[in-house]
T-cell receptor, first 111, second 115 residues
């Protein structure tokens, strides 16, 4: 048990469609991170929340991506007008100091 | 520019022997280092970490060594077990101005432990 669940675990969509992923920390954690992992690469940082505030965004997070964390609990990551290059594993993690603990991820396939 | 490098894409080790996974970094601002283990279709699982003020940290069969002057760290697994077969990621962090400890990962090393 990593302390965070993600939904859905798998998503297949057609190019141009919008998709939304959800991340639920099991107990409230102040720090929440989103990462993306493509084939053959390590995870890459996308964005960081401290409570409900989105404090940091990577340049990887284009204007088609938006993330929210209302009330500082669960978080959502939305991708608009998906492209084939968005196919990846999207990972959510909660942080305790320097350490981060990852959820199971959402595998997105864009056809 | 890859700031964290794992130069060995794969490693095969006999069961019971030592596995040594290596990682190099270039950014002097990194002050905390972590190792994660990942199975296919799952998220990374935290294994062990080390602060830049230390040169060794041990947890059971896992030991991480840090050589700051060489900007090099390694993960030792002894004895290796078949269940250790997975992809291992090295990650590094530094506190950002926004208060995040965003992680920078290497590309991973696939460890195969042969029974």
């Amino acid at each position: 048990d990593t302390g965070v669940s993600q939904d859905p675990r798998h998503k297949i969509t057609k190019r141009g469609q919008n998709v939304t992923f959800r991340c639920d920390p099991i107990s409230e954690h102040n720090r929440l991170y989103w990462y993306r992992q493509t084939l053959g690469q390590g995870p890459e940082f996308l964005t960081y929340f401290q409570n409900e505030a989105q404090l940091e965004k990577s340049r990887l997070l284009s204007d088609r991506f938006s993330a929210e964390r209302p009330k500082g609990s669960f978080s959502t990551l939305e991708i608009q007008r998906t492209e084939q290059g968005d196919s990846a594993m999207y990972l959510c993690a909660w942080g305790e100091g320097n350490e981060q603990f990852f959820g199971p991820g959402t595998r997105l396939t864009v056809l | 520019d890859q700031q964290v490098k794992q130069n060995s894409p794969s490693l095969s080790v006999q069961e019971g022997r030592i596995s040594i996974l290596n990682c190099d970094y270039t950014n002097s601002m990194f002050d905390y280092f972590l190792w994660y283990k990942k199975y296919p279709a799952e998220g990374p699982t935290f294994l062990i970490s080390i602060s830049s003020i230390k040169d060794k940290n041990e947890d059971g069969r896992f030991t991480v060594f840090l050589n700051k002057s060489a900007k090099h760290l390694s993960l030792h697994i002894v004895p290796s077990q078949p269940g250790d077969s997975a992809v291992y990621f090295c990650a590094a962090s530094a506190l950002s101005g926004a208060g995040s400890y965003q992680l920078t990962f290497g590309k991973g090393t696939k460890l195969s432990v042969i029974p």
